[in-house]
Structures are given as C-alpha cells and as structure tokens.
C-alpha cells in the first residue's frame, strides 16, 4: 500500500486534507524512520508527482490494520444508528488539545462527541467544542467538555521541524498549517545572508507564540540579533517562555534581543527598533499591506533588505497587489530589486491567501 512520507508534527494536517479529499485508507498511519509518518493512501489517490503532496514522497509498506477506524465507532450504540453525516467531519488538534466545531443539531450529544473522540484518540487529553474565532487576537472561543485527566488547561506543547513550543488556542493565534511557509522563511533568509555575507537581524513584529524563530535561532550563524512582539499580552508571555527555550539552545550572543508587547505600527518611534533590521516578516495577513508604510522604517535604509510577509488578497487583484507592493517600497525611498507574489491557496470563492517577497535597496 501506498503510504505518504510526512514528519511527524504535519500528521494531522495531511490526515485531514487526505481524509477531505477522500484519499484516506482505513488503515493506520505508519510510524517511519528518522522522526516521519506515513499516512496510509487509497489506491485512487493522486501519484507521487503530483503538486498537491508538496514535495512529500511516497513509500510503499504493507498496511496496518487497526481497531476502530473512526471516533464515530466509540458512540454508543443508539447514537451509532443516527445518520453519519450529521456529526462532525473535521476537527483540528494542537499538541493534547483537540477542538471541534459542532453544529446545533448535535450539540445535546457533545458530551457523548468529546468522550468517543478522548476515547479513540489516546495522545489527546482535553476535547473542546470550538466556537471560531473572535476578536482583534484572532483566538478561539472554547469550551472545555472532557478532559483525560480532570486537568481543564488549553495550553499545550507542540513540536514543529523538531523544536518544542508552548501554544494555547484559547490565548493567542497559531496555525501549523503555516509550517512550511516558515520553512520557507528559513531557506529564504539563509539565501540573504549569503547575499550579505554575514548574520542578520530579523525582525518580526507580529510574531505570535514565536513559531518563525526556532529554525532560525537552530540555524548557526545565521542570525546576529531578532526583534519579536506581538500585540496580544498572553501571546507574548508564550513567545517569551518559549525564546527562553530556543535561545538556551542557540548559545551565541544575539545583540538586539528583544520581545516586546505593542502595536508594532509604533516601532517606526522607538530607536531600540526602528531602522536595524536587515529583514522584516510581516504575518498580519488581513492587514499587512495597509501596515507596511508603517513598518518598513524597521529596516535598516542603506543597502539591501528583505522583506517578506503574507496577505489576504482578492485573487483578481493579484497583478495590481504586486504593482501595490512596488509603489509602498518606493514610497519609503526604496527600490524593489525584485517582487515576488505567490498565492499559496484558498481562502474564500474569490480571495487568497498569498505569500509575497521583495529584495529592496536603499542609496
């Protein structure tokens, strides 16, 4: 049987978007050498080359059979007669926390929902109903149904491209979706330094719980300082629990280190911030492209610079945002040496969500 090759910390991205797309076996997912998983495909799932496995290959192993396949089979019997498209069809955990969306028709069975899944999910230990999103923090709205061990906390640790993090979705925004997007940023700001010939300093203003920095501060040489913040108060306690982690592990000297709790709109008035940065990840996607003006004053204005960020976009108006990008550049004093915009997929009928990148220069 086919089986794709992933690490251990995408498991439950790709076993969601195989089992959306109809490509999940029932058999079970495959513990593989070297830290990866391999995620047990249908003989009718797309081939090897195909772009939606991103890259990821494919190995063939003989199945391994499992109990029951799905939650819905530790419902008890009465509900287990009910129709199966009235329960939930997806879910999303981070760390031992997992989160379902529950519509109203079964909302008077959530209790008997949140035990099946404890009960055939053994590395989960709290199963929240999730009432989407909700303020200028993007944070989830949760409620706790049951919990393993009595224990009714949603802060949790997760482990991405091999580094330990602190995360709580109920106190600060965090996708794992994003992860290669940050693998990307690595590879993106190894190329700069290079360019440079010497360390940077990154600067990433709306940095969240940290999830860009451990592969950057894992990386030697590659950083000579950072600045990190984040406007929401409980998501900067996690970002500072967790550089206290990562930098302990980094071992060099990092001159400016810095995580700050503020609107980094600000950061263009404080010197300790403004023009020392050598690179600028701007993740703000509803808003990032309104928030520039304010934020490439960060950047150090002589020589090159890189930026990079992420952005919702009307995808019609994809030409016209790379047009946009030139004209803010350039209305700071600088030269874009290079654009680049790169939808990375979907996020409505006619929005995407884009990664862009620019090379900008000052005299």
């Known amino acids: 049987m086919r ?75 009465a509900l287990r007669a009910l129709p199966f498209n009235i329960w939930p069809s997806a879910y999303e955990i981070q760390g031992d926390v997992l989160m379902v969306k529950l519509e109203a028709n079964v909302t008077e069975h959530q209790h008997a929902i949140a035990q099946a899944m404890l009960d055939q999910l053994p590395n989960v230990r709290i199963v929240c109903a999730d009432n989407g999103v909700s303020g200028d923090f993007r944070v989830r709205e949760l409620t706790p149904l049951v919990s393993r061990d009595g224990n009714l906390s949603t802060r949790t640790r997760i482990k991405e491209h091999g580094a330990m993090m602190w995360v709580d979705p109920s106190e600060a925004y965090f996708s794992a979706r994003l992860s290669t997007q940050r693998q990307e940023s690595l590879e993106r700001l190894q190329s700069f330094r290079q360019r440079l010939g010497r360390g940077l300093v990154v600067a990433d203003p ?140 979907g996020f409505s009928t006619t929005r995407c969500f884009i990664a862009f990148n620019l090379i900008l220069a000052w005299e």
């Open 3 to 77: 089986h794709l090759r992933v690490p251990s910390d995408q498991t439950q991205v790709w076993l969601h978007r195989c089992r959306q797309e109809g490509w999940l076996s029932k058999a079970s997912v495959l513990q593989l050498d070297e830290g990866m998983r391999g995620i047990p495909l249908q003989d009718h799932a797309p081939e090897e080359e195909d772009g939606v496995w991103q890259g990821h290959v494919m190995v063939h192993r003989e199945p391994k059979q499992q109990g029951p396949s799905h939650w819905t089979d530790q419902l008890p019997p």
């Open 206 to 345: 709306y940095a969240g719980v940290g999830p860009s920095l451990p592969l950057l501060l894992s990386e030697p040489d590659l950083l000579s300082g950072y600045l990190a913040g984040d406007l929401n108060p409980k998501a900067v306690d996690l970002l500072r629990l967790n550089v206290e982690i990562w930098s302990a592990k980094h071992g060099g000297e990092l001159n400016p280190a810095l995580q700050v709790c503020d609107d980094a709109r600000a950061w263009q008035h404080d010197p300790m911030r403004s023009g020392i940065a050598d690179a600028l990840l701007v993740n703000l996607p509803h808003d990032s492209l309104a928030h520039l003006p304010d934020l490439l004053p960060i950047l150090n204005q002589s020589g090159e610079r890189l930026l990079r960020g992420w952005a919702i976009v009307e995808r019609a108006s994809l030409p016209q945002t790379k047009e946009d990008l030139i004209a803010i550049a350039e209305g700071a004093g600088a030269t874009a040496q290079s654009v680049e915009v790169e939808e990375i997929k």
